[in-house]
């Protein structure tokens, strides 16, 4: 016990240790009917972690190479002790960390947690969310089969439907006109550099507007507790709180765990550069509304290519969203009614669209 | 010199303007003239009095510039004269088929080859038109079953027409022709596959169906590989002739190499031909070729081996065991790949094994060719390689199911551990809360 009250007093010193452990202390948690969805941002930013230690111990073996990648990734399949259960927890971990996001996404969008101060708050979660799907997109090529070579081939052909800057962002993100060696280099370089800094720096603002703002209340629950101040209910953060934070955390191991065991990720074929492509290709689930879109509009819609069209519609839709606290400013601070039937749309819509896909085929 | 009339036009005619006169009379003597010259030519060049009669008339007579649209000579400007002979150029039929103009009419049987020769045995007419055809047509044709029936009177024999067409003539590359690979053995069906036709020859009219029937049919027509044989293929096309019994193996062998060599190195070779048998067709059969099985060897129901050996004789014995070998190794190969097909559906990665399964896959294949020597030392040692990869990658898959059974009970614990830590935290909880009641009442009651 002394040693620990000398290891407290030493870190009070020189980091305000005793400040901030106050402020542990004293943080609550609105505690509503909607309070469970409180648990999806840490569950994404503990899916995270996950994914940052599962994917530095893959770091050790896997070569970033058209030569030496799928061989790396069979070689931690198969003769890594262990190594299958690291992979598979890397690659369904992603999954379900994209998963999560969107739904902290919509939750944060429907109890209208985006309101005034919290305008950085949803701003710096939307930028986040967009590094999530880089770190899902740059992250499938990696293991170089022909799944991934040619889902990469469409995606990144999408890039080149943007006007002007098309071509320039298609070579910027292939390194070349084409997907080929290089494409996997600087994938793998986005993927274990580029995106993982940004991202810590996100959740690093993320996280401190969080709680420099406290925990939102829901616009009709906030109004409840004006009229009824005895029905305001709390939580303490630590460690009630983080207590059951921490049993969502086991269940989601576990989980990832039995998805493993049961449903280890494949390995596929070898991408070869000069095959075409099989049948079937399509993109990960979280692609696949756009991809399904995509399909559905025709080639031509008046002067205009219909993927041109689709291609500006979705990134003026994901900017409009990104900007949604700067629509939604009810002076009551109820919030604008109508937005939640977008959001309700927009949901079906994602869907919708991702089920009828894979129905499809 | 220009001089102007009252309305201001420029130049006047009626007021002697010679030089002009003189060029617009020149003009139009050079205009007539050229319309003399050049008239009768275009007239020549698109005149066909055969075709003005010939197409209002029906059935076998009718010829319509459309139905000539498509056929190979007339594209090449080869029109109805070069084979028929007259003068297209005139309507009066007693000019365009006078003997004058060597009208020969409706060609006999007997001289169609010779007629079609004219042109295509002739290596420097040839060259103008197509450097690449072949200009033996004839001599070959004149050595053919065929030609030597038709040269002995037999005009019910195939001739040129007969199999190329008569005014719809296709390239034999161009698939609608009747003499494209694909269609061949419809083509040659047409007489061979007639009884009631081929009724005098005293052979079978039964080749089309048995040929239906056959791998070579499934690969050429269902497959499109144009590489697979068809009539003419194995017994010629201008040249048409069964091979005779020694040659069989040599036509078999053009594409099947591999196991010609082998027959021509075993004991069968010779055997066979002093016993008067053709070669390959012999186990194999001519038109009906099936897909070879394991059965096809050794002693039991279909066992080709039966219809020359009996039991006790030199060749049983091996030929059980060529057969017990075979039909070993490919179960072992299933055996290998099941166990591996279930570790691969437990999440188990066995790539590597599949791949070196291959192998033996391989190793049968070459002892399914080298059973052509029929000659146990020839198959053992691949055989044995073959058995060698399956104990390995048997072995391989017994590790890969025993490993995704650990799996699976590791991950029992370790649920049964997260299960044990959330009951923890959720008791912890439960007293953190129930303290926090407690401590809230005394407040309460203070």
């Known amino acids: ?361 | 010199m220009q001089s102007k009339d009252e309305s201001g036009r420029g130049w006047n005619l009626a007021n002697g303007d010679r030089s002009r006169r003189t060029e617009i009379r020149s003009a139009l003597v050079v205009w007539c003239l050229a319309f003399l010259f050049w008239a009768p030519r275009l007239a020549a060049q698109t005149k066909n009095s055969c075709l003005d009669c010939h197409s209002s008339l029906e059935g076998a007579m009718r010829v319509t510039a459309e139905s000539l649209q498509g056929d190979i000579h007339a594209q090449k400007g080869i029109t109805c004269t070069g084979c028929h002979g007259g003068d297209a150029s005139s309507d009066d039929k007693s000019k365009s088929m006078s003997a004058a103009a060597e009208y020969r009419g409706r060609l006999d049987r007997k001289q169609i080859p010779e007629l079609c020769a004219k042109c295509h045995s002739d290596a420097a007419y040839m060259r103008g038109s197509n450097p690449s055809l072949r200009t033996d047509q004839l001599s070959e044709y004149h050595a053919s079953v065929h030609g030597q029936m038709l040269a002995k009177g037999d005009e019910k024999v195939a001739v040129c027409t007969d199999c190329h067409g008569v005014h719809d003539i296709l390239p034999p590359d161009d698939p609608r022709s009747s003499v494209y690979p694909i269609n061949v053995a419809a083509t040659c069906g047409k007489c061979h596959a007639n009884a009631e036709y081929m009724k005098a020859y005293n052979i079978p009219t039964d080749q089309l169906s048995l040929y239906n029937a056959s791998v070579h049919h499934t690969e050429l027509v269902e497959k499109g590989d144009l590489s697979a044989p068809t009539c003419s293929t194995c017994h010629g096309s201008h040249g048409a002739a069964p091979p005779g019994v020694k040659s069989v193996a040599n036509v078999c062998s053009t594409c099947h190499m591999i196991q010609g060599q082998m027959y021509a190195a075993g004991p069968h070779k010779k055997a066979f031909e002093t016993m008067g048998l053709g070669g390959c067709v012999t186990c194999h059969t001519n038109h009906k070729i099936e897909h070879p099985t394991d059965a096809l060897i050794g002693t039991g129901a279909g066992a080709v081996c039966l219809n020359c050996h009996i039991e006790g004789d030199t060749g049983y014995g091996p030929a059980n065991q060529m057969h017990q070998e075979l039909t070993d190794l490919d179960a072992a190969i299933r055996r290998s790949n099941d166990i591996l097909t279930r570790a691969e559906e437990a999440g188990v990665e066995v790539g590597e094994a599949q791949l070196e399964l291959n192998e033996a896959r391989d190793d049968m294949t070459k002892a399914r060719v080298e059973i052509h020597t029929v000659t146990l030392s020839q198959i053992d040692p691949d055989i044995q390689a073959g058995m060698q990869v399956t104990q390995e990658t048997w072995k391989a898959g017994q590790a890969a199911l025993a490993e995704g059974s650990y799996r699976r009970k590791g991950l029992l614990f370790s649920v049964a551990a997260v299960l044990l830590v959330l009951i923890g935290l959720w008791l912890k909880i439960r007293d953190l809360e129930a303290d926090d009641d407690s401590a809230n009442t005394k407040e309460e009651k203070q």
Not at chain 1, 54 to 72: C, K, N, Q, V, W
């Open chain 1, 1 to 361: 016990m002394n040693a620990l009250a000398n290891i407290q007093n030493w870190l009070d010193e020189r980091f305000g240790w005793d400040e901030l452990m106050a402020f542990v202390r004293h943080k609550t948690v609105p505690t509503h009917r909607f309070s469970y969805f409180y648990f999806l941002g840490g569950m994404t930013l503990f899916l995270f972690g996950i994914q940052v230690a599962t994917g530095i111990l893959l770091l050790l073996y896997y070569r970033p190479t058209p030569d030496g990648a799928f061989e790396s990734v069979q070689y931690i399949m198969t003769n890594v002790p262990f190594g299958w259960l690291i992979r598979s927890i890397h690659s369904w971990g992603a999954n379900v960390m994209i998963l999560t996001a969107i739904a902290h996404m919509f939750s944060v969008f429907f109890l209208k947690s985006y309101r005034k101060p919290r305008e950085l708050t949803w701003l710096s979660g939307m930028i986040l969310l967009f590094l999530v799907l880089g770190f899902g997109f740059s992250g499938y090529l990696l293991p170089w089969n022909m799944l991934s070579l040619f889902a990469t081939k469409v995606g990144t052909d999408m890039a080149a439907q943007v006007p002007w800057i098309g071509h320039w962002i298609l070579v910027f993100l292939r390194g070349g006109d084409d997907v080929t060696g290089a494409t996997l280099t600087r994938f793998f370089g986005m993927h274990v550099a580029v995106l993982p800094g940004l991202a810590t720096l996100f959740i690093g603002l993320h996280l401190v507007l969080v709680q420099r703002f406290g925990m939102s209340v829901p616009p009709g629950v906030e109004a409840d507790w004006k009229a009824h101040p005895e029905k305001a209910r709390e939580l303490r953060f630590f460690p009630n709180f983080l207590l059951r934070e921490l049993m969502a955390w086991y269940i989601a191991l576990a989980v990832l765990g039995c998805l493993a065991a049961f449903k280890p990720w494949e390995l596929g074929t070898k991408a070869d550069l000069f095959a075409s492509a099989p049948a079937g290709i399509r993109p990960e689930w979280y692609f696949m509304f756009m991809f399904q879109t995509l399909r559905f509009l025709p080639a031509k819609i008046g002067p205009f290519a219909g993927d041109l069209l689709g291609v500006l519609g979705f990134g003026a839709a994901a900017a409009v969203w990104t900007l949604l606290p700067f629509f939604d400013n009810d002076k009551r601070g109820r919030g604008k009614r109508w937005i939640a039937g977008v959001g309700v749309f927009a949901l079906a819509y994602f869907v919708g669209m991702t089920v009828y896909a894979y129905l499809a085929g």
